[in-house]
């Protein structure tokens, strides 16, 4: 069994920055793709960035591009979604996400928690 963990995120002003963490249980960590998912009041969940079982590749939803960095730490068990320029409408709960493969499309079969960030204007 697999268990996410997200933390860091918080309130904080539109311009601002903040650092999302998402620690995994596990021996398999580096052996599959993590993404970044957000669900905002009265929306759907949607993808916001993923990156491969390496590292090597990562993908971007457009709507955060050039905004958010997502990277890992296979050594430690974490992945992390740095975030700038934050903006009112990034207003959701984050959750991270393990997928079915090396690769960060398809399937997301275990999901944390997630954790609130609220962007004030």
């Known amino acids: 069994q697999v268990q996410l963990v997200e933390s860091g995120g918080g309130l904080v002003q539109a311009g601002g920055s903040l650092r999302l963490s998402c620690a995994a249980s596990?021996?398999?960590?580096?052996?599959?793709?993590m993404g970044w998912f957000r669900q905002a009041p009265g929306r759907e969940r949607e993808f916001v960035a993923g990156?491969?079982?390496?590292?090597?590749?990562?993908y971007y939803a457009d709507s955060v591009k050039g905004r958010f960095t997502i990277s890992r730490d296979n050594a430690a068990n974490t992945v992390y979604l740095q975030m700038n320029s934050l903006k009112p409408e990034d207003t959701a709960v984050f959750y991270c996400?393990?997928?079915?493969?090396?690769?960060?499309?398809?399937?997301?079969?275990?999901w944390g928690q997630g954790t609130q960030v609220t962007v004030s204007s």
């Open positions: 990156i491969s079982a390496s590292g090597s590749v990562t």
């Open positions: 596990g021996r398999t960590f580096s052996s599959y793709a």
């Open positions: 996400a393990r997928s079915r493969s090396r690769w960060p499309g398809g399937e997301y079969d275990y």
